[in-house]
């Protein structure tokens, strides 16, 4: 018997998929690894405060490994790799107080790292080397996360160092920023990756190596491949064998190349015109696994990914699978588990065996009325100055509704934060909120995003807040030209930097945007620069504007805060109260504009939510504030109450 649908206009579909089911129900699942023969990852609880708990799967299922424990980083505030295997157990960051603990089995966990003596002592990308953990220590001095120094430690396991700081030894400080250390299969070299301000890890690293003396202590380090505008995004030593392998982008692509250590002699492995990396925003992140065999796991693509093996000779063999996105990869040298998602499957944890190509689910997505979810399709469209504009739309989906002929859909144009980053093209949650309500989405990948090389990616730099407006506009313009949208019922949204490019997008196409949701964004260029934002991001604009101060009245002709009387469309406000990559500030000037103005506008703060909000309730407000903001808007009504 054929399903009949119902007749609704858009936007005023009923959907099951409600803002809480999307806050609670697709749970963030990060940082996986083995410990013996067990998958372990973090997952964030947003019922929970937002705590990060450390899961592992046994032969009775999936277990929390440590109740109560928020196993997360601040290193850069973005943060990086919490956790490593020790033995039978593990080390991992505590949240609250970011030491460093020891757990083995039938016991409580015990301090490794001292408290910081008048100053926050941060810890990541922990191996255990003998008798000790070998990590990355960021050290820092102010409440702003301004004045920050780093170093790599080396912290007794057997937590002398928790009340005796002379017994962490430092062992390296080679540049305003690295990663957690690389221990070579011999024992006697060890490897890192640096780079220094201005640059932004895409932009320009070097790879370190030292050789390990028999004290523990290092030789001088050495730079042996990267730097001079070559960004290494990752490092690791063959198994078995001192041989490197780093992805680096000497010819524009982050390609898989081995490099002698001795030498710094380079060869790519597999030349091609995709990505085998992404941008470094967290420390310890990983795209290119060493197996036993010899060959090498591989995450490549451009707009979507798959998951190879690389072999020696160079041949590339992919899994055949349905996911189209692979992150947090581990492996124990023969099997992968890694975080799999795809345009028709929601986030889930699975275990690839590579010899025989099959993929076992071990944490599923949690149901979530996926025959509610719109299919996801890659578009490109030509903008003024031909270079092609990629983006992902998500078409209206109901099985339950369809919209009166003739109507064109509501639709919101979604960008993504970095800018240096991109979003994936799989089943979401969030924006199944949207289209199984009737709302179109467009998520747009505009020049400056990852995944399309280094000439794609440097397309941005000098012109934030204009490349990105234009390409934008390039897609939603697109969109009108076939029938897809119609002119007056557009939106648009974006959080952090891309919450920058849609309050800028506000004042430079007044009459393509009709409302607009911006989620803790970037918005005074001179203050973020001088006296607004954490070590890390601090001199991110020197490749997105200029050089400061040379180009002081770019960045404040650029800055929307000095703009506030050509923005018309409504527009909704959220703010984590205990930001410190967007502070307050930066929104609370923009408010002290429009307040003077006609503008219809809402500004809601969230207490304990930092950048990137994390706990439920603070998800399902912000998603009905939407929903309705752009029903009055747009000119629908929703469902649903607020």
Known sequence: MNHVRNTAPYGSWPSPVGADDVAAGEALVEWLG?????????????????????????????????????????????????????????VFVHYADQRVYRWTPGAEPVPLSPVGDGASLRHADLSVRDTEVWCLRETVLDPECTKVTRHLVALPLDGTGATDPSAVR??????????????????????????????????????????????????????????????????????????????????????????DPATGAARVLCAREEEFGEALWRIGLRWALPLADGSVAVIHGTSGRSLGVLSPDGSLRDIDSPYTEWAYPATDGTRVAVVAAG???????????????????????????????????????????????????????????????????????????????????????????????????????????????????DGLRGEWGVVDVADCATVTRGLIADGTATPNRIAIRGGSAGGWTAVVSLTTEPDLYHAAAIYYPVLDLEGWRTRGTHDFESRYLESLVGPWPDRREVYRDRSPVHHVERITAPLVLFQGLDDTVCPPAQAERLLAGLTASSVDHEYLTFEGEGHGFRRAATTARCLRAELHLYGRALGFAPADDL
């Open 170 to 259: 430092v062992l390296a400080a080679t540049h305003d920023f690295m990663t957690g250390p690389r221990l070579a299969p011999s024992g006697t070299q060890v490897a890192w990756l640096g780079w220094n301000h201005p640059a932004m890890p895409w932009d320009s690293t070097d790879l370190v190596v030292a050789g390990i003396n028999p004290d523990g202590t290092l030789g001088e380090p050495r730079r042996t491949h990267g730097g001079d505008g070559v960004s290494v995004t990752q490092v690791d030593w063959a198994v078995g064998t001192d041989t490197l392998y780093a992805i680096s982008d000497p010819a524009g692509w982050w390609n898989l190349h081995e490099v």
């Open 343 to 457: 345009p028709r499957h929601r986030r889930a944890v699975v275990l690839v065996d590579l010899a025989e190509g099959t993929t076992r689910v071990l944490r599923p997505a949690t149901a979530g009325h996926d025959d509610f979810a719109s299919v996801p399709v890659h578009r490109t469209d030509r903008g003024a100055d031909g270079v092609e504009v990629h983006s992902h739309v998500y078409p209206p989906h109901s099985p339950d509704f369809t919209a009166p002929d003739g109507e064109p859909p509501p639709f919101l144009v979604f960008v993504h934060g970095g800018p240096t980053s991109r979003s994936h093209r799989v089943r979401n949650q969030e924006i199944t909120y949207f289209t199984s309500r009737g709302i179109g989405v467009v998520d747009v990948q505009y020049r400056g995003s990852t995944g399309f090389g280094r000439a794609y990616r």
């Open 34 to 90: 083995f410990v013996g023969d067990e998958v372990w990852w973090t997952e964030v609880r947003p019922g929970e405060g937002g705590r990060n708990a450390l899961m592992r799967h046994t032969g009775e299922g999936i277990v929390d490994a440590l109740p109560g424990w928020d196993v997360r980083t601040r290193v850069i505030e973005y943060g990086g790799r919490p956790w490593a295997p020790a033995g039978d157990g593990v």
